[in-house]
């Protein structure tokens, strides 16, 4: 009997955080409440602060309990943080260190976006149809080195003005953990893997290709190619169908991950997994592990409390839970599964709106996907 086949209990921590935060997660959460009960599953609920909210009850951005909480948790939901409220650039403690923080302390340092192109989407890009056709990408950011992490990182004034500085800081071990994940992804999809750098530039960047050409030949099925970020993100937007896998550091895999999501439709169809893949199952794969998932959107202060916020990117981002760290393959596939139906049938939230199509609210749109894991439409 495999593991879903028989009845899975886990305990989920569930960070809303700020925004839109709480409005998506509680659309995933009901979601995976039918997953549970369609399936035979009981997955305990255990609230968390973090990001703004935290910062207005407990004066940090990531309270100690969070992180217990987090710590005893077999998967943790995240919505997003942050909003204006909270912007001010002289600020020392910011939303988003509460999200960095827990990257860093759990050792999450895969991220994993996958981005498709949903059949049902492709008249709600500003793309002609045909670059779009064959589109499934996945891109393997590394979290938690980098210019985000890296010291110093500081602001001063001197004589001659303000000066800052961030420093973007990679070890050995940093790179080629991440590039493995790469390869290891590589190999069970179409066995390309593109590494973007910007080593004409950065001399981390130039450890980071040295360590990519030492690790080839350990992957002789993969095809291993390089690009430079920029080349990169023009390929992103002429030629999206030549990716399979793409890993890359930090900084540019955030923001390159922004600019693939146009390919989707909207930032509010994509999910992610931040995972710490250190260790391997017996067949190579990576073991289940805590991860953290959570929409690429932001906190959308503009959409706030008036339910237009787009839910799939955050239920695909349950999916990705039930598969990656829970091992509840068919459960994940049969979420997937009912976002699919629900676009054909023509919903619509108003970020991948179309003529003819059934215009829908948060709230409706999780209700329905949740209809159809069940089965009850």
């Given at each position: 009997?495999?593991?879903?086949e028989?009845?899975?209990?886990?305990?989920?921590?569930?960070?809303?955080?700020?925004?839109?935060?709480?409005?998506?997660?509680?659309?995933?959460?009901?979601?995976?409440?039918?997953?549970?009960?369609?399936?035979g599953?009981?997955?305990?609920?255990?609230?968390?602060?973090?990001?703004?909210?935290?910062?207005?009850?407990?004066?940090?951005?990531?309270?100690?309990?969070t992180?217990?909480?987090c710590?005893?948790s077999?998967?943790?939901?995240?919505?997003?943080?942050?909003?204006?409220?909270?912007?001010?650039?002289?600020?020392?403690?910011?939303?988003?260190?509460?999200?960095l923080?827990?990257?860093?302390?759990?050792?999450?340092?895969?991220?994993?976006?996958?981005?498709?192109?949903?059949?049902?989407?492709?008249?709600?890009?500003?793309?002609?149809?045909?670059?779009?056709?064959?589109?499934?990408?996945?891109?393997?950011?590394?979290?938690?080195?980098?210019?985000?992490?890296?010291?110093?990182?500081?602001?001063?004034?001197?004589?001659?003005?303000?000066?800052?500085?961030?420093?973007?800081?990679?070890?050995?071990?940093?790179?080629?953990r991440?590039?493995?994940?790469?390869?290891?992804?590589a190999?069970r999809?179409?066995?390309?893997?593109?590494?973007?750098?910007?080593?004409?530039?950065l001399?981390?960047?130039?450890?980071?290709?040295?360590?990519?050409?030492?690790?080839?030949?350990?992957?002789?099925?993969?095809?291993?190619?390089?690009?430079?970020v920029?080349?990169?993100?023009?390929?992103?937007?002429?030629?999206?169908?030549?990716?399979?896998?793409?890993?890359?550091?930090?900084?540019?895999?955030?923001?390159?991950?922004?600019?693939?999501?146009?390919?989707?439709?909207?930032?509010?169809?994509?999910?992610?997994?931040?995972?710490?893949?250190?260790?391997?199952?017996?067949?190579?794969?990576?073991a289940?592990?805590?991860?953290?998932?959570?929409?690429?959107?932001?906190?959308?202060?503009?959409?706030?409390?008036?339910d237009?916020?787009?839910?799939?990117?955050?239920?695909?981002?349950?999916?990705?839970?039930?598969?990656?760290?829970?091992?509840?393959?068919?459960?994940?596939?049969?979420?997937e599964?009912?976002?699919?139906?629900?676009?054909?049938?023509?919903?619509?939230?108003?970020?991948?709106?179309?003529?003819?199509?059934?215009?829908?609210?948060?709230v409706?749109?999780?209700?329905?996907?949740?209809?159809h894991?069940?089965?009850?439409?």
């Amino acid at each position: 009997m495999t593991r879903s086949e028989s009845m899975a209990r886990a305990k989920i921590a569930v960070i809303p955080g700020d925004g839109i935060g709480p409005e998506v997660v509680a659309e995933g959460i009901k979601v995976l409440d039918r997953v549970g009960d369609h399936f035979g599953h009981c997955f305990d609920f255990a609230y968390g602060s973090v990001g703004g909210e935290a910062i207005d009850k407990f004066g940090t951005a990531l309270p100690d309990e969070t992180l217990r909480l987090c710590k005893k948790s077999d998967a943790i939901l995240f919505g997003a943080v942050g909003g204006p409220k909270w912007d001010d650039p002289k600020a020392k403690v910011r939303p988003e260190q509460g999200l960095l923080e827990l990257r860093k302390r759990l050792n999450l340092f895969a991220n994993i976006r996958p981005v498709k192109v949903n059949t049902q989407l492709k008249d709600s890009t500003p793309f002609k149809p045909e670059i779009l056709d064959g589109v499934d990408l996945v891109v393997v950011r590394e979290l938690t080195g980098g210019l985000y992490f890296g010291r110093p990182k500081r602001q001063w004034t001197t004589s001659r003005g303000r000066r800052a500085v961030d420093s973007m800081i990679y070890s050995e071990e940093e790179i080629s953990r991440i590039l493995r994940v790469g390869f290891e992804l590589a190999k069970r999809r179409r066995k390309k893997l593109t590494s973007v750098d910007k080593a004409n530039v950065l001399e981390s960047s130039r450890l980071w290709r040295q360590i990519a050409l030492e690790m080839e030949p350990q992957y002789p099925d993969v095809k291993l190619d390089h690009l430079l970020v920029d080349t990169c993100a023009m390929h992103l937007i002429r030629r999206p169908a030549q990716f399979d896998v793409i890993v890359t550091e930090n900084t540019f895999g955030d923001i390159l991950t922004d600019e693939a999501s146009v390919l989707a439709g909207s930032v509010g169809m994509l999910p992610s997994a931040s995972l710490n893949m250190d260790r391997s199952g017996d067949d190579g794969k990576p073991a289940r592990a805590l991860g953290l998932y959570e929409p690429i959107h932001g906190s959308a202060p503009d959409l706030v409390g008036r339910d237009m916020a787009n839910p799939i990117a955050m239920i695909l981002s349950v999916a990705m839970m039930l598969r990656y760290s829970l091992g509840l393959d068919r459960e994940a596939e049969a979420i997937e599964g009912a976002v699919d139906r629900v676009l054909e049938r023509g919903y619509r939230t108003p970020d991948i709106m179309e003529e003819g199509m059934k215009a829908v609210g948060t709230v409706e749109m999780g209700s329905a996907i949740a209809d159809h894991v069940s089965g009850t439409i």
